[in-house]
């Protein structure tokens, strides 16, 4: 699916991702800066927090409870859309979704 990724300064960038993919992983293969990934993917240290639009929420896997413990310690404002990018994996359907890189990651 194409996923819009929008950066806090206004940027955008739209990438093309495949399915199966986590958005982390999308990002990293971008190069794009908004996403660090330290843990290089295992809900272990939130670095990979973005916004999804709003739009997208109730179409994306339900959090689990270690991504939820994880979300409490992110650096930028956690916010109802909050998601950690590696534990969201992108499939068909998620064609067009939007999501904003928190300042902090920039
Ligand atoms: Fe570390 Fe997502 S890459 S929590």
């Known amino acids: 699916p194409t996923v819009i990724f929008n950066f806090s300064d206004d940027r955008q960038q739209v ?3 495949a399915a199966g993919q ?3 992983q999308v990002a990293a293969n971008h190069g794009l800066e908004g996403i660090l990934g330290d843990c ?3 809900c ?3 670095t990979c927090h973005v916004y999804i639009d709003e739009s997208w929420l109730d179409r994306l896997p339900e959090m689990d409870g270690m ?3 994880m979300l409490e310690g992110v650096a930028a404002p956690r916010l109802a859309q909050s998601r950690l990018g590696c534990c ?3 499939q068909a359907e998620h064609e067009g979704m939007a999501v904003t890189f928190p300042p902090t990651q920039i």
Request: with cysteine.
């Open 44 to 46: 272990q240290c939130a």
């Open 88 to 90: 969201v994996t992108l």
């Open 15 to 17: 990438v093309e991702a």
């Open 22 to 24: 986590t958005l982390m």
């Open 40 to 42: 290089g993917g295992a």
């Open 67 to 69: 991504e939820d413990d």
